[in-house]
Structures are given as structure tokens and as C-alpha cells.
């Protein structure tokens, strides 16, 4: 049986240049980060705190557990290694286990063939005790065992997820070209939206910008919607700490009187899509929806909030000639309508972000998917920047 009170290494992994709102995110629920790497945060705890931080997290992908480190030159090494893991008190006999890995060796051409070591190593110990294995394969709803190998150096671990964190689990419609939910929530991090102020959301889309706002507005974490992680699947197992950290979840939900979240599309069908989406986050009542074009989308005045575009940027949607007027439009619309707030434009398109006319504050850097990415921050005055100085 292993205990899920035994410390170790833990690794939570995320997508490129998301570590720094990760470490918000971990630091937010006190524990102490050890290392910050590009792709992940290191520290240390139980199984346990890893059932709290799969439950909690919003901008994490993986939360994986250190079952063993080691020198590894070639793959008859990292069989041996792995065959001397207990794994009878890890997997039940009778389950089912899949191998992730991500590995750089000289040896090993094909990342695929160190996972059927692993899982030969695994599959040989038990038919050598029991006469008898579990089942394995790719799926990832059950037991999860992570390979990292680099050069000479590998580390086993429990991926304590299983599916990625990176979807939320609220989302029933995705709609076209939608932003991850991790990334949704970083970028929100980012900014310097303070909660009780609006936040307002033109080209909402399928309203994940929107909806992640109002969870971190009222402290609904993404452990509320899914019920299945890999963590569930270890031997030793149990239902009642779990139960609690959900319950918990649900206790430290708290109202936000007069919060503002506004979110418009000029599409009918996207802000359906989104309505039903917000309902299965539990955040529809927190949402005024419009089916608007941007231009029209209403701005509460002298109200200091954020107004925040993810627009299309001709990658997978959109010509970049007809994008052009739509991003200058979208300058227009700020600096008419939304004196006094802070504007963030999402993208990946650097030579329509010219169009906007404006001067960035901040260009935070952000990947989506494999698209190099920033969300432009503006400043927009009230008044004159000159007469904002002298106040």
C-alpha cells in the first residue's frame, strides 16, 4: 500500500511562460516552491497535497509525485531500475496503468520504446510475484506512471492528474478556436484586473476569458467539475480525503457583491455556447451576456476596470488583410469608450497589434499552443496622459 502521507519531491508541470502564475497559483496555497523551472514548479509534500493541488490548481497541467531517482545510461538500465520499484503497492493487480515519459538520451530514438521498458518492468515484476498483471495501455484514466529522462539522469513518478489540468472541465461546448482554460487563468493573473472593478470581454467567443474571470472573482477552483484523477487509482487510496478537500472547495466559494463581468459577440450561436458553458461553471447569474458587435459592447463609465480582447489573429482563423480594420477598430473602441480602464490585447500577431495605435504598457509573454504570444497591456487615460501626471 503506498502511504499518502509520505513526502517527496513533488513536480507541477504547465505550459512555456506560465511558471511565473503557477507559482501565484501554488504560493496562494502556502506551500514553499523550492525551484522554478521553464515548464514546472518543484517542491516538496505528500500525496496528499498533491490531491490538494490537482483540486485547486488553475494554471497547472500535471501534478507529478517522485517515486525514485537515478543514474540511467540505456534502456537494460532503466529496466533494472524500475523492476526493483514496489509496484504491487502502487498499482492493484487487477487495474490498468499507463506510461507517459518525456526523455532525451542518446540511446533511445524513440521516446515510445522507453515507455515499454518501463512498462515491461512493471508488467515482469508482477507476473513474477503473482503470476498475474495488471492491464495497461494508453488511456489515461487510471494509474499514470511518468518517465523523465535527460542525458543520464532519469526520475520515475506517479502523475498523480492523469488528463491534463489544462482543461478545467466546465467547458461543454469549446466553440471556434477557443483559449485553454490554464491559459485563460494566467493571462487573468497577469493582468492587473483587482476583482471588484469591471471586466469587460468584446469577441468573448465561447466566454472562457469571461468565465475564468468570474471563477477567480469568486474563488471557484477547477477541482469543482471533475471527478476522476489519476491519484485515485493508487493503492491506498481513500475516499474520505478527498471527499473533504472537495467539500472545502466548495465552502471557500464566496460572493462578490456588485461584480461586473460583461462579455459580447456579434455571433448569436457563441454567446449560447457561452451561456451554457457559464452554467456548467456555475457563474451564469455573474455574467451579462450581449450579442453585440464589439463597438456596441456597453462599458460602465468611470468604473476603472479591465477591458480584455482575445481576437482572431489570422494563425487558424481570419484573414490578416480584413483583421487589420478590426484591430484598429478595437484601438478606436478603447480609446473612446474605455477611458479610464486598462486594455489587454491578446495575440499572436505582432504586425496587427501595430494597428491598435496605441502604445503598450507591458507585453507579457505567453505561448498558445506552439504560437508565440503576448498580451498587450494599455494604459487609457481619462483625460490627457499630461493632465494624469499632474494630478
Not at 490531491?51 to 537494460?76: E, G, W
Not at 506512471?145 to 532519469?154: E, T, V
Amino acid at each position: 500500500m503506498q502511504s499518502f502521507k509520505q513526502p517527496s519531491t513533488i513536480i507541477v508541470t504547465c505550459s512555456k511562460r506560465i511558471a511565473p502564475f503557477l507559482e501565484k497559483d501554488i504560493a496562494g496555497l502556502g506551500y514553499k516552491i523550492k525551484r522554478i523551472f521553464a515548464t514546472g514548479i518543484e517542491l516538496s509534500g505528500t500525496l496528499q497535497d498533491c490531491i490538494r493541488l490537482n483540486l485547486n490548481l488553475r494554471c497547472a497541467s500535471q501534478v507529478l509525485y517522485s517515486l525514485k531517482s537515478f543514474v540511467c545510461k540505456d534502456a537494460n538500465e532503466l529496466y533494472e531500475q524500475i523492476s526493483l520499484i514496489q509496484w504491487e503497492s502502487i498499482i492493484p493487480t487487477n487495474g490498468y496503468f499507463s506510461i507517459t515519459s518525456n526523455v532525451d538520451n542518446k540511446t533511445i530514438n524513440n521516446p515510445l520504446f522507453a515507455n515499454v521498458k518501463v512498462k515491461d518492468a512493471i508488467v515482469d515484476r508482477f507476473r513474477d510475484k503473482f503470476n498475474e498483471r495488471p492491464d495497461s495501455g494508453p488511456e489515461l484514466d487510471k494509474t499514470v506512471i511518468n518517465l523523465f529522462w535527460k542525458n543520464d539522469n532519469a526520475q520515475i513518478f506517479i502523475d498523480t492528474s492523469g488528463e491534463t489540468l489544462s482543461k478545467h472541465g466546465y467547458r461543454r461546448i469549446p466553440g471556434k478556436a477557443p483559449m485553454l482554460e490554464s491559459l485563460a487563468a494566467a493571462t487573468l493573473l497577469a493582468s492587473n484586473w483587482d476583482i471588484m472593478s469591471p471586466f469587460i470581454n468584446p469577441m468573448c467567443g465561447s466566454s472562457t476569458l469571461a468565465i475564468e474571470a468570474a471563477m477567480i472573482a469568486t474563488n471557484r477552483r477547477p477541482g469543482l467539475f471533475r471527478d476522476n484523477y489519476g491519484f485515485m487509482h493508487i493503492l491506498g487510496f481513500r475516499d474520505e480525503f478527498f471527499e473533504k478537500e472537495k467539500q472545502t472547495l466548495s465552502d471557500q466559494i464566496k460572493a462578490v457583491p456588485g461584480l461586473k463581468v460583461i462579455a459580447t459577440d456579434i455571433s448569436e450561436d457563441a454567446i449560447n455556447i457561452s451561456k451554457i458553458n457559464a452554467v456548467a461553471a456555475g457563474v451564469a447569474d455573474l455574467i451579462a451576456f450581449d450579442v453585440c458587435d464589439f463597438k456596441e459592447t456597453f462599458v460602465p463609465e468611470n468604473a476603472g476596470g479591465i477591458v480584455f480582447f482575445n481576437p482572431e489573429y489570422g494563425e487558424r482563423l481570419g484573414d490578416e488583410i480584413e483583421l487589420e480594420q478590426i484591430y484598429a477598430e478595437i484601438g478606436d473602441f478603447m480609446k473612446q469608450k474605455c477611458k479610464g480602464y486598462t486594455g489587454y490585447v491578446f495575440t499572436g500577431n505582432f504586425n496587427l497589434a501595430k494597428k491598435i495605435g496605441l502604445k503598450p504598457k507591458r507585453k507579457i509573454e505567453f505561448y498558445n499552443g506552439k504560437i508565440d504570444c503576448r498580451l498587450m497591456e494599455y494604459d487609457l487615460y481619462a483625460g490627457s496622459r499630461r493632465e494624469n501626471k499632474n494630478i
